[in-house]
């Protein structure tokens, strides 16, 4: 699989391109984005003679590369996305009100290093590959939350047992609290009465045994 041309382009103003190898792909390219120029955002494939021109479009710009006929679509798209994202990270803003060829002399050198990579490296492939089954497995799970959202009625009743359970275990929080109030009082009234009776029974013996000195030294 071979990427031969890509540009970046703001509607019919192109900021960068680079091409490997001498041919009429930037004619060609200029005719294409001048076709799908418009508001909407595409993902589309044209094919010339042995060649095919892919062609993403997101928001407000517009990124294309030929690749020869055997290349699929999976990696010249993945391709496409990274150069999209490379883009934006770095020019921003800027791109929206830059001239014809702004970004040229430097992102010419991005664009031949990324089709290098996703023309020899069979990472590339791997990676790509692997996002899209991450990709997969996020709108599994939208599909889910989204399934769970139409049936309102049952989330209403996830809501409101969740509700009563956060306040039941709120009631006995508060029972358990007052209970162990409850026994730490009954506990502290015990000791207090267990004092009193041992205060009250040395009393009694101190008193016997005084009464009982007294009643001996009477008698002697």
């Not at 001498?22 to 005719?31: F, G, K, L, V």
């Not at 791997?126 to 989204?146: A, F, P, T, W, Y």
């Amino acid at each position: 699989m071979t990427i031969l041309y890509t540009l970046v382009a703001r509607g019919s103003v192109v900021l960068a391109e680079f091409s490997c190898t001498p041919t009429n792909a930037s004619q060609i390219a200029r005719q294409i984005i001048e076709k799908v120029n418009g508001g909407n955002d595409v993902n589309v494939s044209y094919s010339h003679d042995r060649y095919i021109f892919h062609v993403k479009r997101m928001d407000g710009l517009t990124v294309l590369c030929m690749a020869d006929d055997v290349s699929g679509r999976r990696i010249p798209f993945a391709f496409l996305e990274d150069v999209h994202q490379r883009f934006v990270r770095t020019y921003g803003r800027a791109a929206l009100s830059a001239q014809a060829y702004g970004m040229n002399d430097e992102f010419s050198r991005v664009l031949s290093q990324q089709m290098q990579y996703y023309s020899n490296d069979p990472n590339a492939d791997r990676i790509h590959r692997l996002k899209g089954e991450m990709s997969q497995v996020q709108n599994v799970m939208i599909q889910n939350i989204d399934k769970v959202l139409e049936r309102g009625d049952l989330l209403e009743i996830l809501v409101d047992k969740t509700s009563t359970m956060q306040n039941n275990m709120l009631r006995f929080r508060k029972q358990s609290r007052g209970y162990r109030n409850l026994i730490w009082w009954r506990n502290v009234k015990l000791m207090f009465a267990f004092i009193f009776l041992l205060l009250v029974l040395v009393y009694v013996v101190v008193s016997f045994a005084c009464n009982g000195f007294t009643l001996t030294t009477c008698l002697a």
